[in-house]
């Protein structure tokens, strides 16, 4: 199985009569004429990968069979990259979904509402290897790579973090006959909570020392956060970056 997929946070749910309140983030018209009345959401996750520098066996998930569900303690044995230099990309969105709700009014439901909140992470790395990515998930201790030079062009590395709260209010604007039309118009608040990146033109290194991890490192290197995070620490402050 790769590590892969053109789905967007919800896909399955996204489009239908039945999705009540996911809807919201896809298409805000899609809560008007729905199936339900009332729906709500306590809270709920979704996140989503996507790469083409490695894959993961469907062995790590289940054990031989129909859908033998089984997640196994290490992943490692189970992931396997690209060895090669092409450049190569990565993508990651994870999304809680808060408290929301929406409701539908009149005789046809010709008049939808809905509150939404959502917290979003979003990260993209652009340049990489997957001899590169071989190493960083072996933290720099492997020996089939000592000695070889590794270079990366135009890597670029962001990461953004972000909430949002919302109103949506749609309504049946035209139903006759075989014409029907629908539209919906939502306002957010809209708050960020941390971003970081790191960018270099041309980075090269070679691992030297497989047992401790060290490698040499030629370079460009340019590195930026918001002022609320502390890479070193950890520490994060909950305030607007």
Known sequence: MALSSKAQLLTSLRGSNYAGIYNIYYNPAEIVDSRYSFDMNLISISSSFTNDFGTLSRDYLFDKGFLKFNVKDD??????????????SGVSNSSVFGPSFMFT???KRQHSFA???????YSNVNG??????????????????TGKPITLTNLTTTTVGWGEIGATYGHVLLNRNKNFLKG????????????AYINSKSLSLQLTDPINGKANVIGDLSIGHSTNFDPVSGDFQNKIA
């Open 105 to 107: 009014l009149g005789k």
């Open 128 to 145: 990489v290897s997957g001899e590169f990515a071989t190493l960083v998930n072996d933290d720099f201790k492997n020996d089939a790579l």
């Open 184 to 195: 919906a118009i939502s306002v957010k608040y809209v708050r960020g909570y941390a971003s």
């Open 115 to 121: 509150l939404f909140s959502k917290a979003n992470v």
């Open 75 to 88: 992943i490692n044995p189970y992931l396997t990259f690209a060895q090669d230099n092409k450049m190569r």
